[in-house]
């Protein structure tokens, strides 16, 4: 007998998730680095992939930093035994500062307020690591003025109960090549990054995203907080794979049924497709309560059989219908891949997130919590 040129569906909706792909990533992002740290960002569960398999790959693969958007977020990270730095981005109530102290997270600060109930929260034997942000033009958070950015440190080094660990400042335009405000914000944050290395020797400088890595040396500093690009997902939009990065994420389900539709028989909420000629649909148990948006109906293609298949009709809840041709080989129980590679072919993040006018990111952190994250076999 011989081997089906397709592995079997490994159920209804399947994210498989390959650790060794993060880490393959991850070394590629280090390597550009070069001296300066690679931060894995593992926010919103790994963007999708599941944040301590992304994290404990991300250090397999030279990261020696994770960061999260939330005091949860890193709590969770330690719960399942994560020892590296971890850095909380996100904006913090009282009772989530807390939280990300106790999970002995770093914090960011823009605020002399802020960095004074740090102060309180923590203490002389486990000081609370403050990362200073000077908001150059992102208008989210930190201070637009250096001059709070500099009252801010100057406060957490003279706290004893507080440690002047970090500046940094986050990006806008990184990822649009064109742009040239991603020069503009390293000119705003350079002068104070240099005063700050002066005054707080082993103060870490921090401003790049993904595509501030790739893009360009000056951005570096002393460490790069890498997110999508780490999941070999482009942070340009375009092909992952022309930049060395590896997907490590792909969607499966399978086919629940095949059925014969006649000319002008319709599939689906609405009747949005109508069958042009005689032909076989395959459907598949998964939709957008899964994550596969419904902006997808008569849109996207799935791949079965190794060969791409339209999806037709109205994306729903639980199902998807997939045209497969008359006379169709395609079977029931055949697995069918709606991100990732079937034989020749592959349909990426990126080709759904351009149909969805969306990025790349959106599609795999939309990915539900009803799909169970598994390895990928080897
Ligand atoms: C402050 C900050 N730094 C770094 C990142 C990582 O960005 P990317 O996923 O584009 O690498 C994010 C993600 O949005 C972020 O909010």
Not at 45 to 53: C, E, L, P, V
Not at 252 to 272: C, F, M, P
Not at 329 to 334: H, K, L, P, S
Request: proline letters at 4%; aromatic letters at 6%; charged letters at 25%.
């Amino acid at each position: 007998m011989t081997a089906p040129a397709v592995a079997a569906a490994p159920g209804r909706a399947t994210a498989y998730v390959d650790p060794v792909a993060i880490e393959r990533n991850c070394a590629l992002l280090k390597g550009r680095l070069e001296a300066a740290d690679l931060c894995a960002v593992v926010k919103a569960d790994g963007y999708g992939h599941g944040a301590t398999t992304a994290g404990t790959a991300a250090v397999a693969g030279g990261a020696t930093w994770l960061a999260v958007a939330t005091a949860a977020e890193a709590a969770d990270l330690r719960r399942d035994g994560v020892g590296e730095r971890i850095l909380v981005m996100g904006a913090l109530t009282r009772a989530e500062l807390g939280l990300a102290l106790e999970a002995d997270a770093d914090v960011v600060a823009w605020r002399t307020g802020f960095a004074r109930l740090a102060g309180e929260l923590a203490s002389a034997a486990r000081p609370a690591r403050l990362h200073v942000k000077l908001d150059t033009g992102m208008g989210r958070l930190g201070t637009r003025d250096p001059d709070e950015a500099r009252q801010v440190a100057a406060l957490a080094h003279a706290a004893e109960t507080l440690e002047m660990a970090g500046l940094m400042t986050h990006l806008a335009t990184a990822d649009d090549r064109e742009s040239r405000f991603f020069d503009e914000q390293l000119r705003r944050f350079t002068p104070l990054a240099e005063e700050f290395r002066r005054l707080y020797p082993g103060c870490l400088v921090h401003a790049a995203n993904s595509a501030a890595v790739l893009r360009s040396r000056a951005a570096h500093f002393d460490m790069g907080r890498c997110g999508i690009a780490i999941y070999g997902l482009d942070p340009f939009g375009e092909d992952a794979a022309a930049r060395g990065l590896e997907p490590a994420l792909s969607l499966h389900s399978y086919v629940a049924d095949v059925k014969e539709l006649d000319r002008g028989d319709t599939v689906g909420y609405g009747r949005t497709w109508v069958a042009p000629a005689a032909t076989c649909v395959a459907v598949l148990p998964i939709g957008y309560g899964d994550g596969y948006r419904r902006g997808l109906s008569n849109a996207a293609d799935v791949l079965i059989g190794g060969r791409r298949r339209p999806v037709v009709g109205t994306v729903s809840m639980d199902n998807i219908a997939v045209d497969v041709g008359p006379r169709t080989d395609v079977r029931a129980g055949d697995r069918a891949t709606l991100i990732g590679a079937q034989g020749g072919e592959r349909v990426s993040a990126e080709e759904l997130a351009r149909i969805l006018n969306t990025i790349n990111y959106e599609v795999t952190c939309g990915i539900s919590p009803r799909v169970p994250r598994v390895p990928a076999p080897g």
